[in-house]
Every structure is written in C-alpha cells, then in structure tokens.
C-alpha cells in the first residue's frame, strides 16, 4: 500500500476516535446536532460523492457518441429510480431488504478495493465489513429509535426479529465482532504480506464506532469520513487513467449542479415533513429517497470497478 493510502487511513482512524471520545465525553450536545451534523456531511460530500456517476459512464465508453451517452446513462438511471421507486410503493419491505443488501455490498466494496491485499483476503473483508456496519446501524446504540424508523417505512419491527435474544447487547456486540474477527483471519491465514499497523486500528475503530456512538452522528462519520471520501478518490484515479487532469476543486466545480438540484430536493422535503411535525417520517422519507439514488449509482460504481 501506497503512503498516501496510509495516511488516508491514518486520517480517518484518527477522526474516527476523535469522534468517538466527544460522543462518549458529550452525548446530549452530539444528541442535539446529530441531524444538522449529517445534513452538512451530506452536502459537503455525500450528494457531490454520488453526482459523477455521468462523468464516469461517458469516460467509460470512449466509443460512442456524446448524443449516445446521454441517452444511455439518463434512460438508465431514470428507469432504475422509478422502478426502484414503485416497489417501495407497492412491496416496502422487500425495498428494504434489497436497500440493506446493496448498502452491505457497496459500503464493504468502497472500505476493501482501496487496501492493497489480495483478491481473497480482499472479498471476506468487503462482505464482513459490510455486515458489520448494516447491522449495527440496524441493531446498535439506539435500537428502538431506529426501530421505530423503519417501522414507519416498512410497517415492520425489526426487534421482532431478535426477540428470543434474552440480552439485547449480545447483538451490537455480535455484530462489532464480525469485521475484527474476518480481519484477523484474513491478516493471518489468506492475506499473502503483512498488513500495516493502520488497518488494524481502522478494523477495531469503525465497529466501537458504531457500537457505542449515536448512530446518526457514527452514520454521518462514517460516511463522510471514510465512504464518500474514498469513493470520491476513487473515482478520480478512475478519469485519471482515462487521461482527464482532475482534481478535489475539478470534481466539485463538475458536480455542483447536480449537487444545488439535490439540496432543493432534500429543502424541499424537510420543510414538508416539518409542516407534519414528524421527525421520524423526515428520516424514512430521507431514508427512501437516498436509496431510490444509491440504486443506479451503485451499478455505475460496480462497472467502474470492473474497468478499473
């Protein structure tokens, strides 16, 4: 792995603990700004994160015409975000289900394809990994509040399912254990060099992370700090091979349309669920609206990938 790469992961394990301490040191103020926290991530670089997806399909088919691109890329994504969006009209929980699925998939793709390992080592800490954030952000620090959350948007309680859990931190805690444990297997029996010192710091930081933080502000570290600022990276190393000179000031110049369009929809929203007085109808109508988003983005990504 590169030093660049490792001070990244150096960055982000140190935020991570930093984070981590305020939360534990001042949990009614992190309580109190959580929301606005995570609206300001979003818009820093989780919505700018998402709006390359255009950029990276036209770079990614040099052969065909501009007027061909467009046609591709916004039939695609338009078809994907409608149909995506009437099956959480018409089957929410299975909506949910599959948006669990992909976040697992693309979360842990995002954290592993950046580490310099190898393909098998590779694989077992992208699904692990991926594991270990979905469940906790299901099951961790608050699980009636997210319950009720996704009891909104899917009609169903998710305590329901480990009911016959006499200790509910069993949970949290199997979770937390999933991403260390898969990490310390493939350090040991597949990984083919010693892995640095950072990865395991980074392995422990992101599990307590979302074990013991609040789960929106752990979220809204998580993906800023580590998600959004990967993936962008990526994306950029992506256009360089394709011979485009781009940097961290040219990916937000490119995407800032696409990002002010976003805003206005999520302003939008938020003064509609406001009218209503509901906090936790905000966060599932959010919570839907970022999966019907994430859904093409991450075919786009996984092509990337598969270039790249």
């Known amino acids: 792995m590169g030093k660049t790469h490792s001070k990244h992961i150096f960055h982000q394990v140190t935020f991570g603990v930093i984070a981590l301490i305020i939360n534990l ?15 300001i991530v979003i818009l820093i670089i989780g919505m700018p994160h998402g709006a390359l997806d255009h950029i990276i399909s036209y770079h990614s088919f040099p052969d065909k015409s501009e007027k061909e691109k467009k046609i591709w890329f916004y039939g695609y994504y338009t078809l994907i ?14 909506s949910f289900l599959i948006f669990l ?3 697992l998939y693309h979360f842990g793709q995002a954290d592993a ?10 694989k077992i800490l992208q699904y692990s990994r991926g594991l270990t954030i979905v469940g906790l952000i299901v099951y961790g620090s608050e699980p009636i509040y997210i319950s009720e959350v996704i009891n909104v948007i899917t009609g169903y309680d998710s305590l329901e399912l480990i009911s016959f859990v006499n200790n509910y931190y069993v949970v949290p805690l199997s979770f937390s254990l999933v991403y ?21 710091a980074d392995a422990i930081v992101v599990p307590a992370l979302f074990a013991l933080a ?17 993936h962008a990276k990526t994306m950029l190393k992506y256009l360089r091979k394709r011979n485009l000179d781009v940097t961290m000031a040219w990916f ?26 509901n906090e936790k109808l905000l966060i599932a109508l959010l919570f839907i609206l970022i999966s019907v988003l994430t859904l093409p983005h991450i075919f786009i990504v996984e092509m990337m990938y598969r270039k790249y």
Do not use: C
């Open 180 to 200: 260390p444990v898969a990490y310390l297997f493939a350090a040991v029996f597949v990984a083919e060099e010693k892995l640095p010192l950072v990865y395991h």
């Open 81 to 94: 975000m409608a149909i995506y969006a009437l099956l959480w009209i018409w089957l929410p929980l299975l």
């Open 214 to 230: 609040d789960p929106f502000f752990a979220f809204a570290v998580y993906f800023g700090v580590w998600h959004s600022f990967n």
């Open 101 to 103: 699925a992909i976040t």
């Open 25 to 39: 040191l001042f949990p009614e103020f992190i309580e109190s700004v959580r929301f606005w926290f995570l609206g």
């Open 113 to 122: 394809e950046r580490l310099n390992i190898n393909p098998t080592a590779k």
């Open 252 to 277: 937000y110049k490119k995407t800032l349309l696409l990002s002010v369009m976003s805003y206005i929809g999520l302003a939008i929203l938020y003064f509609i669920t406001q009218a209503f007085g």
